[in-house]
């Protein structure tokens, strides 16, 4: 049971080149997150998907598209990278009820030059 | 809208020093309350959580109330130790897909 697993750890970009983060969880959840988390800020939502299928921005989405593969993948891909995108990228999972944890992976580091 | 006030850090302890990390939330309805912890180099892992008013979250000698009356969730622990260095976030929910994190709280001990 690995839990939530990220792709790649870290990550090197130029400024307007793209590239995609994965993201898989095995615990059967049917719900899965991005976030960003930049210094002073916490964590912030970029997308979320509810369920197998179903996307919905969150609090910074612009910059970044998502895909719900399937109820195991949740990838976020950025199209043409900026600076104001370096960043560690988390993706999270859980059921959707109030009571539920979301389950974190290990993050991926990225800079953006 | 709603939101996440912890305190602001970073702080130093001696060990087994008593730790209060504050945290006060803003909420419509009767959310879910949690402390993640978040070790160096690491993801987010849940410490523990309350899901109504008066509960009392405890995990590994850490504790948090959910007092809804002054909208708070403080986190303490007796006797830190220095395996407890960390950045400690409280968050909250509604509905399970929208969590509100604080911006974290780095604790350092020092033996």
């Known amino acids: 049971n690995a839990g939530v697993t990220q792709t790649p750890k870290f990550q090197v970009l130029k400024t307007g080149q793209s590239m995609t983060l994965q993201c898989a969880q095995d615990?059967?959840?049917?719900?899965m997150y991005w976030y960003r988390q930049d210094p002073g800020m916490g964590l912030r939502l970029i997308y979320y998907?509810?369920?197998?299928?179903?996307?919905d921005k969150g609090e910074v989405p612009n910059g970044y598209n998502v895909s719900r593969l399937n109820k195991r993948e949740f990838s976020l891909r950025l199209e043409s990278a900026a600076p104001s995108q370096t960043s560690v990228y988390f993706c999270?999972?859980?059921?959707?009820?109030?009571?539920?944890?979301?389950?974190f992976g290990p993050g991926t580091r990225l800079t953006v030059l | 809208g709603d939101s996440v006030t912890q305190m602001e850090g970073p702080v130093t302890l001696s060990e087994e020093a008593f730790l209060t990390i504050n945290c006060t939330y803003t909420?419509?309805?009767?959310?879910?309350l949690f402390w993640y912890v978040q070790y160096p180099g690491e993801g987010l892992q849940l410490l523990l959580k309350?899901?109504?008013?008066?509960d009392k979250g405890s995990n590994k000698g850490f504790e948090a109330t959910y007092r809804k009356e002054t909208t708070s969730f403080h986190l303490e622990k007796g006797s830190v130790q220095v395996s407890d260095s960390a950045v400690y976030f409280c968050?909250?929910?509604?509905?399970?897909?929208?969590?509100?994190f604080g911006t974290g709280t780095s604790l350092t001990v020092i033996p």
């Open positions: 615990m059967n959840h049917n719900s």
């Open positions: 309350a899901t109504k008013a008066d």
């Open positions: 998907s509810a369920s197998e299928g179903t996307t």
């Open positions: 999270a999972s859980s059921f959707p009820e109030r009571t539920d944890t979301q389950y």
């Open positions: 968050a909250h929910t509604n509905t399970g897909n929208q969590f509100y």
């Open positions: 909420a419509t309805g009767y959310p879910s």
